[in-house]
């Protein structure tokens, strides 16, 4: 998707699309949202949305995105959150080891019963717990975007230079002074660059000091970068 909002129109013509995203503070990330809006739908395909989460079932991900597809004619016919690991350290630590195993288990296997769904065209509905107060949550995050990424440092004296926070960044909001990261006030807050900087010269403010970080085994840097 941030691929594509680097081009120009977007337009899709399929008899099934889904659209795999994380849950943003309760709802759709800012990049998604944009790329539903710009993206032309032509006939009446099967549409279906997974949503990657920490904590199921709090927020109304599903609901935002019906929004946009009724507007260009089109409707989510099935939802589902995948639960996966919560990468949010700011918040608190990630799982222990064994958690993160089970977790992941017991996601290979609800990914096969999605992907049975899928192909068999059908509907499907999931809890959205707490709506408006997820709505406000949401907005309050929106809002304070451009001082979001204030909280951000890098110790200088261990950051190697190697540039794969600035290409990770789905916003083009990291540049390099020097070598180091200096953020633009244009974050979503994905935490792309503090959890692929290879030295951990990233934190977000002292929340993260000493925390773990999290990229899934079977899943190189290089499959993350985006330039």
């Not at 935002?64 to 959150?81: N, P």
């Not at 304070?144 to 789905?170: K, M």
Request: contains cysteine; hydrophobic residues 40%.
């Amino acid at each position: 998707m941030v691929q594509a909002l680097q081009g120009g129109l977007l337009t899709v013509s399929a008899d099934c699309v889904g659209f795999v995203f994380p849950m943003h503070y309760f709802g759709l990330p800012l990049q998604v949202e944009e790329f539903v809006e710009k993206l032309s739908i032509s006939g009446c395909p099967y549409i279906f949305a997974v949503a990657t989460c920490g904590v199921p079932y709090w927020g109304r991900p599903f609901m935002d995105l019906e929004q946009i597809l009724q507007k260009k004619d089109c409707t989510l016919q099935a939802a589902w959150y995948w639960r996966l690991v919560s990468n949010y350290i700011p918040w608190r630590d990630l799982a222990a080891q064994w958690r993160i195993n089970i977790r992941a288990w017991l996601a290979e296997r609800k990914l096969v019963k999605i992907c049975v769904a899928v192909k068999q065209r059908k509907l499907h509905t999931t809890w959205q717990l707490l709506p408006k107060f997820c709505q406000g949550y949401h907005e309050k995050w929106r809002q304070r975007q451009p001082q979001i990424d204030e909280s951000f440092v890098c110790d200088t004296a261990r950051c190697t230079g190697c540039g794969l926070c600035e290409r990770i960044c789905p916003r083009q909001n990291i540049i390099r002074e020097g070598g180091a990261p200096v953020w633009q006030h244009n974050c979503v807050e994905c935490l792309g660059c503090i959890h692929i900087c290879p030295v951990r010269a990233i934190d977000y403010g002292e929340k993260t000091q000493g925390r773990k970080r999290y990229r899934h085994e079977s899943i190189k840097p290089a499959d993350l970068l985006l330039r």
